[in-house]
């Protein structure tokens, strides 16, 4: 039995999907206009442990996953507007393809560096241009939405639902935050469904001119012609609680009343950075591909990020990842080479049976290295000790046989002598280039440890 704590009835709830034999989930995907910073990634992991949970416990084939792109925004079109004016070849709509392709490849690139599943369907904005132009419509149809001056916007206060997922009131929201009062709008908190396009902006033709959609219509339409009216989850950051998230149910609420939209809607909270909010400001603002040039891998972010409820607010620190390094190297170790079991330890199952509680399942994990195999399939149902993710824990390739032999002879001497600081400075100049020194009867053999830096050894010899 799965529990989750759901947004939208502020409580936990055991999840019974509306199909038994087909359970289907939305994630709110990234704009891509640009690298994926850290807490971009952090939605994309915890999500992934939910779709490996729901595909262990429903059968992989019974489990549909939608995570989208938006590749139409105004970041974008600047990016390619610039490149046009710079005088590259190509249409103003032919360039934003150019850098939406680069941009998704670079996201899907660090996405799988984290060891994240890809989803069953990655549905691209600009694809479904034409069911947000017949969403609109009959948003207008049914007197949810009005167009004036090109724009098209939904009439908030048609939907009585609304505020219900924040939980707060319309004339509430207009007292305590800025919002846009534009000419074309009946109320103030109506929201843009379509607004025009000039030549320098991408645009579709449609009912109310030449134009583009607005943000918020895209998951409706998308999540719409993928999983239909009704569906068992819908997941993304808190910072998309209100208004996006607000603004998908009263549009999909009000275009298709025969469905419920979300049945469950779940939140990850934001990320920090040694204690503070990460902001270009402060200096503390780095994106995934950041964290792996700079040599962490991406099993290691992946480690520190489970190690926080989704729930609560996440702060990545140095040490918390050199902590995740020694651990999963420790449990490399111990699995290397050893086939997983096919079971899972049953208080992993239980951890993330209770709203995904991946800091209980790793506490699990801990008191599982007695036994190897069961250690190894446990943790990847977390997405850990997956095989194709451990090149980076493996000892490099590197002869020290030379270093192996001056250290013996040195030994050598020193039991002649009792001189052994000679002995002891070598032995101190391999550990701290993270070499590993073990010293019997038998003889000495050296090994590369973790953190081996080849460039220290320089001068030993």
């Known amino acids: 039995m799965i529990r989750l704590h759901n947004t939208k009835t502020r409580r936990k709830e055991t999840f019974r999907p509306l199909d038994p034999g087909h359970v289907r989930m939305y994630l709110c995907g990234p704009t891509v206009y640009d690298r994926a910073h850290l807490g971009n990634a ?28 938006t590749d ?13 004016e710079a005088g590259a070849p190509g249409t103003l709509e032919e360039l934003i393809r150019a850098r939406t392709e680069e ?7 660090d996405m799988d560096a984290l060891g994240a599943a890809r989803p069953d369907h990655e ?19 049914r007197g949810h939405a009005y167009a004036k001056d090109g724009h098209v916007l939904f009439r908030v206060r048609s939907y009585a639902g609304y505020g219900a997922l924040s939980g707060r009131s319309v004339d509430d929201m207009i007292a305590g935050a800025r919002v846009e009062v534009a000419p074309f709008k009946e109320d103030p908190m109506d929201f843009v469904l379509w607004k025009p396009s ?6 579709w033709d449609s009912p109310w001119g030449r134009g583009r959609p607005g943000w918020h219509i895209e998951c409706s339409a998308m999540s719409y012609e993928l999983l239909g009216a009704s569906f068992d989850i819908h997941a993304g950051g808190i910072d998309l609680q209100f208004p996006h998230h607000e603004n998908e149910i009263a549009q999909s609420c009000c275009a298709h009343p ?7 809607w779940l939140h990850n909270e934001m990320l920090q950075v040694e204690g503070k909010k990460m902001s270009k400001s402060l200096g503390n603002f780095f994106t995934v591909r950041d964290l792996l040039d700079q040599g962490i891998p991406g099993e290691v972010i992946r480690f520190v990020f489970l190690q926080t409820h989704y729930g609560k607010p996440m702060d990545w620190t140095a040490e918390k990842a050199a902590q995740a390094e020694a651990t999963l190297r420790k449990w490399r170790a111990l699995t ?3 086939a997983p079991a096919h079971e899972v330890a049953p208080g992993v199952l239980e951890a993330l049976a209770d709203d995904l509680n991946t800091a209980g399942a790793i506490a699990v994990l801990h008191g599982l290295t007695g036994e190897p195999a069961l250690l190894k399939g446990s943790a990847q149902m977390l997405g850990l000790l997956i095989d194709e993710m451990g090149d980076w824990a493996k000892a490099p390739e590197v002869d020290l046989s030379h270093l192996a032999a001056k250290l013996a002879d040195l030994r050598a001497t020193a039991m002649e002598t009792k001189d052994f600081a000679p002995v002891d ?8 280039a993270g070499v590993e020194v073990r010293m019997s009867k038998a003889g000495v053999e050296l090994l590369p440890g973790p953190g081996f830096d080849a460039a220290k050894l320089e001068g030993l010899a």
């Open 42 to 69: 952090r939605p994309v992991v915890v999500f992934d442990v939910l779709y490996r949970l729901l595909r262990h416990v429903y059968g992989t084939g019974h489990v549909t996953y939608v995570r989208n792109f």
């Open 72 to 84: 139409v925004d105004d970041k974008i079109n600047a990016t390619a507007l610039a490149r046009k």
């Open 103 to 109: 941009t998704i490849g670079w996201y899907h690139a």
């Open 123 to 141: 549905p691209r904005a600009t694809d479904y241009i034409g069911a947000m132009i017949t969403m609109i419509a009959d948003l207008i149809t």
């Open 198 to 203: 000039d030549a320098d902006l991408p645009g």
């Open 258 to 264: 025969e469905g419920g939209f979300a049945n469950f």
């Open 336 to 338: 290397a080479g050893v």
């Open 425 to 432: 400075a070598l032995k101190s100049a391999l550990m701290a």
